[in-house]
Nanobody, 125 residues
């Protein structure tokens, strides 16, 4: 599976960005796609995930109410709509795919098998 993340950029605090993650290659009957981020000097952290099929979504507390993860089956693309952005959202954002992950494990990066390159989001104050 190849994942390509894009859509990052520079935005002012309070603004919005939509990240995209295009998937190609081998497909699986059940998997989850997640977004993680790595802020400067910090460890990689979970942001949101969505199951395929089914569409169940999961969010980190920092993302709830501001970020929305969604998918376009026809385009094999997963989106992360980010609203009300804050300077602390500045990070490299990565999308990743996990095959057969259980609900309690979607927030852990070690359970993800495939990773895309990061896309940088910078939020200015």
């Amino acid at each position: 599976v190849q994942l390509q993340a894009f859509g990052g950029g520079l935005v002012q605090a309070g603004g919005s960005l939509r990240l995209s993650c295009a998937a190609s290659g081998r497909t699986f009957s059940r998997y989850a796609v997640g977004w993680f981020r790595q802020r400067p000097g910090k460890e990689r952290e979970f942001v949101a995930a969505i199951r395929w099929p089914g569409g169940t979504t999961y969010y980190a507390d920092s993302a709830k109410g501001r970020f929305t993860i969604s998918r376009d089956n026809a385009k094999n693309t997963i989106y992360l709509q980010m609203n009300s952005l804050k300077p602390e959202d500045t990070a490299a954002y990565y999308c990743a795919a996990a095959v057969g992950v259980i609900n309690s494990a979607v927030g852990s990066s070690i359970n993800y098998d495939y990773w895309g390159q990061g896309t940088l989001v910078t939020v200015s104050s």
